[in-house]
């Protein structure tokens, strides 16, 4: 299926691996450009030649801290026409309720809400000018089912949710479509190390922990980078124009509900 976009240029925040590299696979491999972004220059570069190499389109690498006002403007600055938007940054750390201090609500709301606001705010207009923009959130399957040690990342991403839902209704009769996209369990070095620590704090082998984690998921194993790119690349696509501040939750069935 062509989605219709060759030729578009993207930014993809949060990119050089993970799931927001494959964001930037996906897209790269139907022909959009690129800026993608982390704040470790090497493995940034390293994606980039790889996309390049796979899929011969232009890709501008940005070391940046994107949380930071600083980092986003380096990102912006290098960033020409932005035609599709998505956010992405890494997530808040973990912790007990009561622990959660004002200033660390304050970080993960300058991280995972404010940042994804910021750069809606920087790029959309123009998008709108042009009378044709995409932009997809990565959140978190947090935002339907609270995960209790992330409080930090559950009320961020909801206010994040908040701000999409009435903005997209906004401005998709001007061509700009925005939704987000929810990620349960992928197999990225987030999981990876959540899964050593099952291992470390049950005395499991590796092997045991992992059978364990995939076995709570009814499809038996956890997501893939390369399968939420693909979701996401088809949010960004031409033919997504009806689907406005949808909250699309990639699990494999984990939240048990009838809708
Ligand atoms: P990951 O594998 O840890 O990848 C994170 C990527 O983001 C790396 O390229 C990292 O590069 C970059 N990054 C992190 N913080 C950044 C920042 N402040 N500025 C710029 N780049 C930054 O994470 P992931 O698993 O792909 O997760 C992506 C998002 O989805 C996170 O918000 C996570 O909480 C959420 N999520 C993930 C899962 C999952 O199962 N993987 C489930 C639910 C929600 P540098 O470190 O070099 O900056």
Redesign the pocket.
């Given at each position: 299926m062509d989605l219709g976009i060759k030729g578009k240029t993207a930014l993809v925040?949060?990119?050089?691996?993970?799931?927001?590299?494959?964001c930037a696979m996906a897209l790269a491999a139907e022909g959009v450009n690129l800026v993608i972004?982390?704040?470790?220059a090497e493995?940034?570069e390293a994606?980039a030649e790889e996309i390049r190499a796979a899929h011969g389109v232009e890709v501008t690498a940005v070391a940046?801290?994107?949380?930071?006002e600083e980092?986003r403007a380096k990102v912006l600055e290098a960033c020409g026409q932005i035609d599709i938007l998505v956010n992405?940054?890494?997530?808040?750390p973990p912790g007990f309720w009561p622990d959660w201090e004002r200033e660390d609500f304050i970080a993960a709301l300058d991280?995972?809400m404010l940042t994804p606001i910021a750069l809606i705010k920087a790029l959309v207009p123009g998008m709108i000018d042009r009378g044709w923009g995409r932009v997809v959130n990565?959140?978190?399957?947090?935002v339907r089912s609270p995960i209790a040690q992330l409080g930090l990342?559950n009320s961020a991403r909801a206010g994040l949710t908040g701000y999409v839902a009435g903005t997209s209704r906004q401005v998709c009769g001007k061509g700009v479509i925005m939704n987000n996209l929810?990620?349960?369990?992928?197999?990225?070095?987030?999981?990876k190390a959540l899964t050593e620590s099952t291992r470390q704090r049950e005395g499991i082998t590796m092997d045991e922990a992992v059978a364990k984690r995939n076995a709570a998921n009814p499809t038996g194993r956890?997501?893939t980078?390369e399968e939420f790119g693909a979701t996401c690349a088809f949010m960004c696509s031409q033919y997504v124009g009806f689907m406005v501040g949808q909250n699309i939750l990639l699990d494999g069935g984990a939240f048990n509900a009838t809708l």
């Amino acid at each position: 299926m062509d989605l219709g976009i060759k030729g578009k240029t993207a930014l993809v925040c949060a990119s050089s691996k993970g799931l927001g590299r494959g964001c930037a696979m996906a897209l790269a491999a139907e022909g959009v450009n690129l800026v993608i972004n982390a704040r470790g220059a090497e493995a940034l570069e390293a994606t980039a030649e790889e996309i390049r190499a796979a899929h011969g389109v232009e890709v501008t690498a940005v070391a940046a801290d994107i949380t930071a006002e600083e980092g986003r403007a380096k990102v912006l600055e290098a960033c020409g026409q932005i035609d599709i938007l998505v956010n992405n940054a890494g997530g808040p750390p973990p912790g007990f309720w009561p622990d959660w201090e004002r200033e660390d609500f304050i970080a993960a709301l300058d991280a995972n809400m404010l940042t994804p606001i910021a750069l809606i705010k920087a790029l959309v207009p123009g998008m709108i000018d042009r009378g044709w923009g995409r932009v997809v959130n990565i959140t978190s399957a947090s935002v339907r089912s609270p995960i209790a040690q992330l409080g930090l990342s559950n009320s961020a991403r909801a206010g994040l949710t908040g701000y999409v839902a009435g903005t997209s209704r906004q401005v998709c009769g001007k061509g700009v479509i925005m939704n987000n996209l929810l990620p349960g369990s992928h197999d990225t070095d987030r999981i990876k190390a959540l899964t050593e620590s099952t291992r470390q704090r049950e005395g499991i082998t590796m092997d045991e922990a992992v059978a364990k984690r995939n076995a709570a998921n009814p499809t038996g194993r956890i997501g893939t980078a390369e399968e939420f790119g693909a979701t996401c690349a088809f949010m960004c696509s031409q033919y997504v124009g009806f689907m406005v501040g949808q909250n699309i939750l990639l699990d494999g069935g984990a939240f048990n509900a009838t809708l």
